[in-house]
């Protein structure tokens, strides 16, 4: 996903969708401005919940959600609080989350 995504540039969040066999849909989605450690629980539940209705709608099983934000690759605390909540937030979305990445100013990491 590092080739697809790459190093950061802004703050904002990808979401990648994959079929029940694990093979990508072709739909990848930005949402600007979402700061990975500013962003509350209210603001996780509306990204579930958009990734949920485009799954749907691409008849898609799995997401990948990829912050990007500029800055090296270990999470602050705020970030990491992030993170464990978007998990926490998945089980009741109609979308398997298949893991979280980081978009950092050296790549992409796996969360």
Do not use: Y
Request: aromatic letters at 4%.
């Amino acid at each position: 996903m590092g080739e697809l995504i790459g190093a950061a540039v802004l703050s904002r969040v990808w979401l990648l969708f994959f079929d029940d066999e694990h093979r990508p849909r072709p739909l990848i989605i930005p949402v600007d401005d979402i700061e990975l450690d500013l962003i509350d629980e209210t603001g996780l539940l509306s990204v579930a919940t958009l990734a949920g209705e485009l799954a749907r709608m691409a008849a898609a099983a799995e997401v990948v959600v990829v912050w990007e934000r500029p800055g090296a690759n270990r999470l602050t605390i705020g970030e990491r609080a992030t993170v464990d909540a978007l998990n926490r937030l998945f089980p009741p979305i109609p979308i398997r989350l298949r893991r979280q990445m980081l978009s950092h100013d050296d790549g992409v990491s796996l969360l």
